[in-house]
């Protein structure tokens, strides 16, 4: 999940719903109230990267929490959503200071290309955290390739780093001060991927009330990361492969082409050399963007990156959440991290290390300390990446993790959020789990 954390505010509890699960999937972290009021107590409590908000609501309403903005939090984009009917006002609310509005009904792809379009990018994160001969031999490759102009296929399992990599190549590269375009394939549905892509002009489909640009136009004289792109289907797939042979771009129902000056960076989870003969890649595009392959391995290929990753992820969490002195991990923690396979990746590891810094006591992190989750030992991994399987974990440990998403969907009502957030999986994660739940003919409530 990246670190854009937005505020949704929203009356209706359906639509609240629907549209925390789009910016979920498309990876933003949401805090989602139902009026204006309680958005400004959310406000007070954490800061936030923007604010959609209805227009309609009781109390205040939208225009009374956009006055508060403006007075009180400037910085912060506000995008305001409102009924159709009801334009006149949403022109006179950007008159008054919100960057934009969503005349309602809107498609996904139409809320996800906005909220991109208004985000400052966050400030580099960071080079990657690396140790072991292997992930410093990557690294270094990885430097030397930023200086070309090649496109990169970054390859994986789940959660190994290929993001931070390709940031990485980014910010090497001589392309650093422009911009960085990044979209995740698999969480866009597919039929809204290409108008996120290629952009859109007014009217091109039910939503489109204005024109819109898409990632290759936003992300011109940069770099464009194309995340997960083997979840693209074909024939979005031979679109993508005009574009990067012609490099030039024509929205959807537009009838101008766009000269594209960007590079292009790609991931994939999935042994793609197995999807082409499948017939569910295409051989050309893989060879036109596989120009460089780099392959950043499982986490317990490369077990002397643990403990550094470890200790840096302490830190980054303590910063964030104001702990000092920053925990330090004893020798008990340290076998206990050295000692498990790390199915996730360092995703996991993550979530092992936020919940260590919420049972510390006296900046101590003990191997008690150290909750090693068990819904993910059947994380998706791609079988050429994965550790030899471990049978013992077989059907009965799958079927019991079955259950618990099941149980925890009733429990909360059928929310996504609420779920992920109860087991500690990103809601991509989820997503995935219950795809393959419902390709096993598993019944999910809706
Ligand atoms: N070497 C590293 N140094 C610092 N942080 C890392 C490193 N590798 C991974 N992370 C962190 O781990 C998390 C997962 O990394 P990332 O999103 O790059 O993985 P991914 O391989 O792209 O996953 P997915 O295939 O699921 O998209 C992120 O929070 C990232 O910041």
Redesign the pocket.
């Known amino acids: ?1 990246n670190d854009i954390k937005l505020l949704l505010v929203e009356d209706d509890h359906g639509l609240r719903e629907a549209l925390i699960d789009t910016l979920m999937l498309a990876d933003y972290q949401c805090v989602d109230v139902a009026s204006g009021e309680e958005a400004i107590v959310a406000l007070k409590k954490c800061s936030f990267d923007m604010v959609i908000s209805d227009v309609q609501m009781d109390g205040i309403g939208g225009m009374g929490l956009l006055d508060h903005l403006k007075q009180y939090y400037p910085q912060i984009p506000v995008l305001l959503m409102t009924a159709y009917a009801t334009i006149d006002n949403a022109v006179s609310a950007i008159k008054l200071g919100a960057v934009d509005y969503l005349a309602k009904p809107f498609a996904p792809e139409v809320l996800l290309n906005q909220v991109s379009r208004y985000l400052t990018p966050k400030k580099a ?6 140790a072991d001969e292997k ?1 410093i031999a990557l690294l270094e490759l990885a430097k030397r390739v930023a200086q070309s102009d090649a496109s990169v296929m970054i390859l ?11 940031r990485y190549i980014h910010q090497k590269s001589a392309r650093v001060d422009e911009p960085f375009v990044a979209i ?1 394939c698999a969480a866009i549905p597919e039929n809204m991927l290409e108008a996120t892509l290629f952009g859109y002009e007014k009217g091109a489909f039910t939503g489109a009330y204005q024109a819109c640009p898409g990632k290759f136009e936003q992300a011109q004289g940069g770099t464009l990361l194309l ?2 792109i083997s979840e693209m289907d074909l024939g979005l797939q031979a679109k993508l492969l005009r574009v990067l042979q012609e490099r030039e771009v024509e929205r959807l129902g537009g009838r101008k082409t766009i000269k594209l000056d960007v590079r292009v960076l790609a ?1 994939s ?1 999935r042994d793609l050399k197995e999807s082409i003969a499948k017939g569910e890649f295409r051989e050309d595009l893989y060879y036109r963007i596989n120009v460089f392959p780099l392959v ?1 391995p499982a986490l317990s290929q490369r077990p002397a ?1 643990i403990i550094p ?1 470890a200790k ?2 302490i830190s980054k969490h303590a910063k964030a959440s104001h702990v000092t002195p920053v925990p330090q991990l004893d020798d008990g923690a340290i076998r206990k991290l050295l000692g498990h396979r790390w199915p996730g ?3 996991e ?2 979530n092992v290390i936020q919940r260590a810094m919420i049972l510390q006591r006296n900046s101590i992190i003990e191997a008690g300390d150290i909750i090693i989750d068990l819904y993910d030992v059947t994380q998706p991994l791609d079988s050429r990446y994965a550790e030899p399987s471990s049978d013992a974990l077989g059907d009965e440990l799958k079927a019991q993790e079955h259950q618990i998403i099941l149980e925890t969907l009733t429990q909360c009502q059928g929310s996504r959020k609420l779920v992920a957030e109860k087991l500690g999986i ?1 809601a ?2 989820l997503r995935y789990k219950m795809a393959r739940m419902r390709d096993m003919g598993i019944d999910i409530p809706a």
């Open positions: 999940m994160s960071g080079d990657p955290v690396v992930s994986g399992p789940s959660g190994s780093g290929k993001e931070v990599l390709a995740n995340d997960e991931t989870n950043w990156d990753l840096h992820l990746n360092v995703r590891l993550d990103s991509r994660t």
